[in-house]
């Protein structure tokens, strides 16, 4: 396996704000504590969350 190296990017700060406002005004919905199965292909909601508030 090819070693991993750092790399930088470039990116607008217009775009960084925009991302940000964007973050800070998403309403994530509610997880249910009752259903016994979550769905395979999301990511918890704790965690979304978590990385939104990055």
Do not use: G, H, N
Not at 28 to 48: G, K, M, R, T
Request: aromatic share 10%; with cysteine; charged share 30%.
């Amino acid at each position: 396996m090819p070693s991993l190296s750092p790399c930088t990017i470039s990116v607008l700060d217009s775009a960084l704000k925009k991302l940000d406002r964007k973050l800070s005004d998403a309403d994530f919905p509610d997880e249910f504590d009752d259903v016994p199965v979550q769905w395979p292909y999301v990511a918890p909601l704790s965690d979304v969350d978590r990385q939104a508030s990055y």
